[in-house]
C-alpha cells in the first residue's frame, strides 16, 4: 500500500505570493526564532539563566528594528539591540518596557534583569556564530 500526501497539502507547500507584513507580525516572529533558539542553548549552555517566552517578547519588543529583510539578520540585530539596551541599563531601571510600552520591565517577578538579558543575548549571538 502507497503512502501519498493529500493534494491540500502540497497546496500548503506551495508559496504564496508576497503579502504585505506588519511590523508586529515580524516582530512575533523574530520572539518565535529566539525562543527556539533559547530552548537549543540551553543544551549546551545549562547554567545560563534562560528567559521565558513572555519575557523574550517584551525583549524583542524593546529591540526590534525593522532594518534588514533576511530572517537570520533581523534576528542578530534585534539581539544585539536588547544587548547594547541592556548594557547601557545596567544600572537604572528605565530602559526596558513591558508589552504595553509604559509599565518598566524591570525589576519583575520572574528573577530575570538586565544583566541576564544582556548575558542571554551575548550567548546567543555566540551561539550563531558558531552555527
Known amino acids: 500500500m502507497e503512502m501519498f500526501a493529500p493534494s491540500y497539502a502540497m497546496e500548503l507547500r506551495e508559496p504564496r505570493p508576497e503579502q504585505p507584513r506588519s511590523p508586529r507580525l515580524r516582530h512575533k516572529q523574530v520572539a518565535r526564532i529566539i525562543c527556539h533558539l533559547r530552548d537549543d542553548l540551553h543544551g549546551s549552555h545549562p547554567q545560563l539563566n534562560m528567559p521565558t517566552r513572555w519575557m523574550i517578547e517584551c ?3 524593546n529591540g526590534y528594528r525593522e532594518a534588514h529583510e533576511e530572517w537570520q539578520a533581523i534576528v542578530i540585530e534585534t539581539l ?3 544587548r547594547n539596551l541592556a ?3 545596567l544600572h537604572s ?3 526596558f518596557t513591558r508589552l504595553d510600552g ?3 520591565l524591570f525589576p519583575n517577578d520572574q ?3 538586565e544583566w541576564d538579558a544582556f548575558r542571554f543575548c ?3 549571538l555566540q ?3 558558531s552555527l
Request: avoid cysteine.
Open 93 to 95: 531601571n528605565q530602559g
Open 80 to 82: 544585539k539591540n536588547v
Open 102 to 104: 509604559k509599565t518598566p
Open 122 to 124: 551575548q550567548t546567543l
Open 111 to 113: 528573577l530575570f534583569d
Open 59 to 61: 525583549l524583542v519588543a
Open 127 to 129: 551561539y550563531l556564530g
Open 87 to 89: 548594557s547601557a541599563n
